[in-house]
């Protein structure tokens, strides 16, 4: 009897132990996926013109247009495979009548489409400002279907880019 005992310790220790991991069963002890919240900021340096032609000044740290109209683009890249977008806030100058209005896209490649996500535009002020929205559509995005971007228009000069940032969970 005294092996016996020596036998069945180890025995219900092993079963505890795979029984705690989940393995065969149900799954009852499935974890509960969190909802985890994040940040990217996209800087001014991100952002390309769409024609070899447009008239800009980008010094990494700001973005602006030299004179007149000119539009921009950013790629985004999200470190997840599918996150949901809560919110953009615009960092920027705007010190005349002109104005700067960033827009975020999701492009849908495989029907050659694309959603407007939010807009947000700067109004006259006398410093650097900052404006949000949480007013988000298509908030989620796949990245193996989907492609995120920012759009930038500059409608006069005098108006000045530093950054967007995103917020989203996953």
């Given at each position: 009897m005294p092996g016996s005992q020596k036998l069945w310790i180890p025995l219900l220790a092993a079963l505890l132990f795979v029984g705690a991991l989940g393995v065969g069963g149900d799954g009852a002890t499935a974890v509960e996926p969190r909802l985890t919240k994040a940040s990217i900021m996209?800087?001014?340096?991100?952002?390309?013109?769409?024609?070899?032609?447009?008239?800009?000044?980008?010094?990494?740290?700001?973005?602006?247009?030299?004179?007149?109209?000119?539009?921009?683009?950013?790629?985004?890249?999200?470190?997840?495979?599918?996150?949901?977008?809560?919110?953009?806030?615009?960092?920027?100058?705007?010190?005349?009548?002109?104005?700067?209005?960033?827009?975020?896209?999701?492009?849908?490649?495989?029907?050659?489409?694309?959603?407007?996500?939010?807009?947000?535009?700067?109004?006259?002020?006398?410093?650097?400002?900052?404006?949000?929205?949480?007013d988000i559509a298509f908030r989620r995005v796949v990245t193996a279907n989907h492609g995120v971007y920012l759009g930038l228009g500059f409608y006069g000069s005098g108006v000045t880019l530093y950054g967007v940032k995103i917020d989203y969970s996953y």
């Open positions: 996209v800087p001014a340096a991100a952002f390309i013109p769409t024609s070899p032609t447009t008239k800009f000044y980008n010094s990494g740290s700001g973005v602006s247009s030299e004179s007149g109209t000119a539009n921009l683009f950013a790629p985004v890249s999200f470190p997840v495979p599918v996150v949901n977008i809560k919110k953009i806030t615009v960092y920027a100058y705007d010190n005349s009548a002109s104005q700067l209005c960033v827009s975020i896209l999701r492009t849908r490649p495989a029907d050659a489409g694309q959603d407007l996500q939010a807009s947000l535009c700067t109004v006259d002020g006398s410093a650097p400002q900052y404006m949000a929205t949480a």
